[in-house]
């Protein structure tokens, strides 16, 4: 209340101010015009005082003479000069006291005038009058009041001493000049009330204009404000709407990225759609997708894609053609700096490779953001532009999103592509399994028979041929079978120090003989060669499925080298969906001068089933099983080729420091035998009955049992067993299960397990648990009574096994 | 009464004889004469005041050739009216305008209708206004003024 007493104050004094000053206008605009009014009525009055003198008394006769009567004269002239000076104060200086008063004065002089001309003719008296009622249009009484004192003075003194020229008489009395100025008074009076009660009422307008100014001032600025208010909102609106509509192409742009790379089978489907959603939705004209080739250290165009607006065949073509190495031009450039980079116009920019091209489609700007997997560019994405543009931050962010989230899509594809390797191994490895514990099962008997059989047939018996024949037939399907789990990992290694020269010398004349005599074989060792801890067969495997491979590629011969040497692996690497650690090395070289492979034939070398060979002459599995069993050593294999010049082979294996282990070639020795007491435990009978054959031949003390359990109750109520041999995969109980049992009952009873396929349950990631023996289906008789004498003659055997936390047991069973 | 045919003010005098003849035609006699100077065309004569005059019913117009009926009877303004009883003793002469070109009461014509009603009249002799009738050849009468 308080506050707004001082406003309202203010505010009226403003609006009286503003009264005053419109009222001052207007009045001044009156004073104005009347001013105007005036100067052309008196130059009318003029004219129409000469027209009355030359109408009334143009001639002046004295008989027959005549003259121009002088009051043309007093028209024109003294009609002029009453004119002129009013006339020019209402066009000089208008508005001003003066002049209305001199018009005013003027004025009733003109009346004088024509009064005089018109012969002092009452009627023309009422020119006075009318002149009063004109000048009340200055509604200033002042004015009237100078006009009514000019009346009287004229009246009086022409009525006095010239009453013909007022009145027309030739004598008049000086009280009808009072008389007429009794009337104009009586006009004037009246004239000067309305004066009052105009200027009353022009005030009252004036007070009106200035509230309804005050209040539309007050509407206007209110408006204003609002308007102000509503411009500012409107910015802010805009501002915000740019902002999200940046957003939203952004957030688009990355969902239909995501969606893409989400439904995508393969890279190279979804870097296609993915530049034709970026280019599309942030209006880009053309894109390429380089792909890092890690091995040679290039870039290689992945996909080019261009909008339909513009001519970029030969520009597609030659990016096709391309490759850039890591720091040359823009893509080399990112993936060398792993960052985004832009060039604003790459047509002024010769150092830009496909300069003439772009100049020829018009393209100006080009991007390119990195595709990162963890700090790795796996992929440089390069989209360009017809029109110059800057490279804002909204953008940068927005492509770098993108890059991120190709760059876990290519991770993605990674490791799907290992999970699906791994799936399909682990399907193969199933299937391989599968067949390969009831394969070896029957193979087993089946060349165990033939084994038992041969000895009593003579060479001349037609029979042992035929035996013959079935013996090689059981080793090839056991060869079969090993290689399905070899490469599908699945086979159960027995791994032990091994020195690769050693490995390569033992097998050197066998590989002369199977690659032939076109080819020259010739090995490089290196002296210090480490040792390694792997499968001494499985590693023979490799080398010799390598040899076979290299051969073939030489039809017509050339030079197969086998080399060795020690490596050094410093940091970890990822081929093939496979890791291998940073570490010591023993490399196996085998190179060929062969045909070589393209790039395409690598990229599927070592995929189960795969093979380049003609129908019947390859299984696909070679190199697979090779490469199983190098992994499942925790190495690695890579492949070095150039098509028409040749290929090498590096088999990498972890070194180890520890000293070879002694062996012996029990081949030529005769068979063992002993009196032991053994038991078999086998569901299989087939495998059953042969095993008791064999081993009842070799003179031991055999018992049989179908099941675990059955072995079991048989070892609680016979006398001890020295050695208990068992298979591995049995329903109820495994074989690994009752080797536990007796272990923890019978501590000194040995246990040999056998099987053809163990699903793990003897081995970790392929390799044979310590402390376990273990005899791998097929066998022959020979096998069996050389493994099962071992296990017999070493006495500390299960002792480990013991000492990894089993329970002690008898001593003897 | 006596006329100069190019004088603006004889109109109102035209006007107020007119009128007195209005009320007093019976048994009067009126005669205007109208100045016809020697070498003027009867055109010059025969102006708007003369077709005025002759409109009048009851008026004898005539052409006064250079002026001798004028001289003869002393007339030397237009507008000069001179009144003769019906025993052809001068009752009145003057003007019967109250100013120059003013039609409307004046004591000449006060004078001639109340002769014409056989009253004397108040005055004998009023002031003419007038163009002089004659110019350099008229003369002057001492009671005659005339004002322009």
Redesign the interface.
């Known amino acids: 209340m308080n506050a707004s007493t001082p406003k309202t104050t203010e505010l009226t004094e403003t609006i009286s101010g503003r009264i005053a000053q419109l009222f001052q206008e207007q009045r001044q605009n009156i004073i104005i015009h009347t001013d105007r009014v005036f100067a052309r009525l008196m130059i009318c009055q003029w004219f129409f005082a000469v027209g009355l003198a030359l109408f009334?008394?143009?001639?002046?006769?004295?008989?027959?003479?005549?003259h121009i009567h002088l009051h043309l004269w007093a028209a024109i002239f003294l009609g002029g000069a009453l004119t002129l000076a009013p006339v020019l104060l209402a066009y000089a200086r208008p508005g001003e006291a003066l002049t209305r008063h001199v018009i005013a004065v003027a004025q009733m002089l003109m009346s004088a005038l024509l009064i005089h001309l018109?012969?002092?003719?009452i009627e023309t008296h009422f020119h006075v009058f009318g002149s009063l009622a004109i000048l009340a249009f200055y509604r200033d009484w002042k004015v009237l009041i100078s006009a009514s004192a000019v009346v009287f003075v004229d009246h009086l003194l022409r009525g006095i001493f010239w009453p013909?020229s007022v009145?027309?008489?030739?004598s008049a009395s000086i009280w009808r000049s009072f008389e007429h100025a009794g009337w104009v008074i009586f006009e004037v009076t009246f004239l000067i009330v309305s004066i009052r009660k105009s200027l009353s009422e022009m005030h009252l307008c004036a007070e009106r204009e200035a509230k309804l100014e005050a209040l539309k001032e007050g509407i206007e600025q209110t408006v204003a404000e609002r308007t102000a208010e509503l411009a500012k909102a409107n910015k802010a609106l805009s501002a915000e709407n740019a902002e999200r509509d940046r957003a939203e192409r952004k957030l688009q742009t990355e969902y239909a990225v995501s969606r893409i790379l989400a439904n995508s089978p393969t890279w190279e489907q979804a870097m296609r759609e993915v530049l034709q959603t970026i280019c599309g939705i942030l209006n880009w004209d053309a894109g390429t997708f380089w792909r890092a080739d890690q091995r040679l250290g290039v870039l290689r165009c992945g996909e080019v894609w261009s909008g339909s607006n513009i001519e970029a065949d030969e520009f597609k073509a030659l990016s096709r053609q391309m490759i850039f190495a890591r720091g040359a031009g823009l893509p080399g450039r990112v993936w060398d700096i792993g960052q985004s980079a832009g060039i604003c116009d790459i047509a002024h920019d010769s150092s830009f490779p496909r300069f003439l091209l772009t100049k020829q489609g018009a393209i100006h700007t080009a991007f390119a953001f990195p595709i990162l997997v963890g700090n790795n560019v796996a992929g440089v994405v390069e989209i360009f532009s017809r029109k110059i543009r800057d490279t804002d931050n909204d953008l940068l962010l927005s492509l770098n999103n993108i890059g991120n989230q190709l760059g876990h899509f290519f991770e993605r594809k990674r490791i799907e592509g290992h999970l699906f390797q791994s799936q399909k191994m682990e399907s193969v490895g199933r299937l391989a399994g599968g067949v390969a514990h009831d394969f070896n099962n029957l193979l087993t008997v089946i060349g165990g028979y033939c084994a038992l059989s041969l000895p009593q047939l003579d060479e001349n018996n037609m029979l042992q041929k035929n035996v013959t024949e079935i013996q090689k037939a059981t080793d090839r399907a056991s060869a079969l079978t090993g290689q399905l789990l070899a490469f599908s990992r699945k086979q159960v290694l027995q791994p032990r120090i091994l020195n690769l020269n050693d490995v390569v010398q033992g097998m050197e004349k066998m590989l002369r003989r199977l690659i032939g005599e076109d080819i020259d074989l010739s090995t490089v060792f290196d002296s210090s060669l480490g040792n390694v801890k792997a499968d001494f067969g499985q590693i023979e495997q490799v080398i010799m499925n390598m040899a076979v491979n290299a051969r073939d590629a030489m039809p017509s011969g050339g030079k197969l080298t086998i080399s060795t040497s020690n490596a050094v692996i410093d940091q970890k690497s990822n081929l093939r969906n496979r890791t291998m650690d940073a570490g010591a090395y023993v490399v196996v070289a085998i190179s060929d001068n062969g045909m070589g492979m393209t790039e395409e034939i690598q990229s599927h070398l070592f995929e189960p089933f795969f093979t380049t060979k003609g129908i019947g002459k390859g299984t696909g599995l070679g190199l697979a099983t090779c490469y199983g069993i190098v992994c499942q050593s925790g190495g690695d294999i890579r492949v070095y080729s150039e098509p028409n010049t040749g290929t090498t082979f590096k088999i990498y294996l972890p070194r180890t420091d520890a000293a070879l282990d002694a062996t012996g070639n029990n081949e030529s020795k005769p068979l063992p035998a002993g009196s032991e007491s053994i038991l078999i435990v086998e569901d299989e009978p087939a495998v059953r009955t042969l095993a008791g054959v064999i081993l009842r031949q070799r003179g031991y003390q055999v018992q049989e049992s179908s099941n675990a359990f059955e072995a079991l109750e048989l070892i609680r109520k016979s006398s001890p067993f020295h050695l208990v041999l068992s298979d591995v995969v049995m329903p109820q109980m495994s074989g690994k299960a009752l080797c536990d049992q007796i272990m923890s009952q019978r501590p000194h009873t040995k246990v040999l397990l056998m099987s053809g396929y163990t699903d793990d349950a003897l081995a970790h990631h392929g390799v044979l648990d310590e402390g376990l023996s273990f005899l791998e289906k097929p066998f022959s008789p020979a096998q069996l009574s050389r493994k099962v004498r071992d296990v017999l003659d070493s006495p500390k055997l299960n002792d480990s096994f013991r000492r990894n936390g089993r329970s002690a047991g008898l001593a003897a069973v | 009464m006596f006329v100069?045919p190019?004088?603006?003010?004889t109109r109102a005098s035209i006007e107020e004889l007119n009128r007195i003849l209005a009320r007093w035609r019976d048994g009067v006699s009126a005669q205007v004469w109208f100045?016809k100077?020697a070498g003027?065309s009867a055109q010059w004569t025969q102006s708007t005041l003369w077709r005025s005059a002759t409109a009048i019913p009851g008026v004898a117009v005539h052409e006064d050739a250079d002026?001798a009926q004028a001289r003869l009877f002393g007339a030397e303004t237009?507008g000069y009216v001179v009144f003769y009883d019906a025993r052809g003793r001068l009752q009145f002469r003057g003007g019967i305008t109250?100013?120059?070109?003013?039609a409307g009461d004046n004591a000449g014509e006060d004078a001639i209708v109340s002769l014409l009603a056989g009253h004397n009249a108040g005055l004998r002799q009023t002031?003419v206004?007038g163009?002089?009738?004659?110019?350099?050849?008229?003369r002057q009468s001492p009671s005659q003024q005339t004002?322009?």
Do not use: D
């Open positions: 009334v008394s143009p001639r002046t006769w004295s008989g027959t003479e005549s018109t012969g002092g003719r013909a009145y027309g008489v030739a | 100069h190019q004088c603006p003010c100045f100077p003027f002026g237009s109250a100013g120059r070109g003013h002031p206004y163009c002089s009738l004659l110019g350099e050849c008229q004002f322009q």
